[in-house]
């Protein structure tokens, strides 16, 4: 079965970077897309941008200047880095299977709160 955690500081300051980590247990991480989704307070879900099976990123165009997404296969995880974070980019944050309207699998979310 697979599963997928993620992991990583639950409040970062504005103009810093937030980085998240998200592991996945059983399943192929090199034959899969890999996704990050959030959902701020009181919004849907938004999605953030994926990684392909070859390791090519895709990211949306309203946060495309400022993440980063990357893969570590040996350690079977993959990373999200969002630089210069602002309290807008407060939000409950997943990784997830897939792409875009094809997600499979779900982390549990992790909240990440940006204060100062």
């Known amino acids: 079965q697979v599963q997928l955690q993620e992991s990583g500081p639950g409040l970062v300051k504005p103009s810093q970077t937030l980085s998240l980590t998200c592991t996945v247990s059983?399943?192929?991480?090199?034959?899969?897309?890999w996704s990050w989704i959030r959902r701020p307070p009181g919004k849907g879900l938004e999605w953030i941008g994926y990684?392909?099976?070859?390791?090519?990123?895709y990211y949306s165009p309203s946060l495309k200047s400022r993440t980063s997404i990357s893969r570590d296969t040996s350690k079977r995880q993959f990373t999200l880095q969002l630089s210069s974070v602002t309290p807008e980019d407060t939000a409950v944050y997943y990784c997830a299977r897939g792409r875009p309207g094809e997600y499979d699998y779900w982390g549990q979310g992790t909240q990440v709160t940006v204060s100062s």
């Open positions: 059983g399943g192929s991480i090199i034959a899969n897309y």
């Open positions: 990684i392909t099976y070859g390791g090519t990123t």
